[in-house]
């Protein structure tokens, strides 16, 4: 089992920044791949960003590119999204999980563990 805690999300201007962590307990945290999805209401839970056990891959979602950052720090057994330039329809629940059996991950299904999402909301 994997308990995976996120944290960070609030409300924040146009153009602003946060940072997302999400800590994860239970399972050796270096084992899993990781990734961020969001979802709004309504919608169905999108696929963000993702990194590799490793931390060698990354992958991100196009409208996210260059402005949004995964990470990890094994030793802290914690996985980060650096989100700059935020813009309104970045607004979602982010949600982070974790994948045992892949060495990356971009699909919801693929995931065997998720947090239970912080709310992001960017104003105009």
């Known amino acids: 089992q994997v308990q995976l805690v996120e944290s960070g999300g609030g409300l924040v201007q146009a153009g602003g920044s946060l940072r997302l962590s999400c800590a994860a307990s239970?399972?050796?945290?270096?084992?899993?791949?990781m990734g961020w999805f969001r979802q709004v209401s309504g919608k169905e839970r999108e696929r963000v960003a993702a990194?590799?056990?490793?931390?060698?891959?990354?992958y991100y979602t196009d409208s996210v590119k260059g402005r949004f950052t995964i990470s990890r720090d094994d030793a802290k057994n914690t996985v980060y999204l650096h989100m700059n330039s935020l813009k309104p329809e970045d607004t979602a629940v982010y949600y982070c999980?974790?994948?045992?059996?892949?060495?990356?991950?971009?699909?919801?299904?693929?995931?065997?563990?998720w947090g239970q999402g912080t709310q992001v909301t960017v104003s105009s």
């Open positions: 990194i590799s056990r490793s931390g060698g891959r990354l």
């Open positions: 239970g399972r050796t945290f270096s084992s899993f791949a």
């Open positions: 999980a974790a994948a045992a059996i892949y060495s990356i991950a971009t699909v919801p299904s693929f995931y065997d563990y």
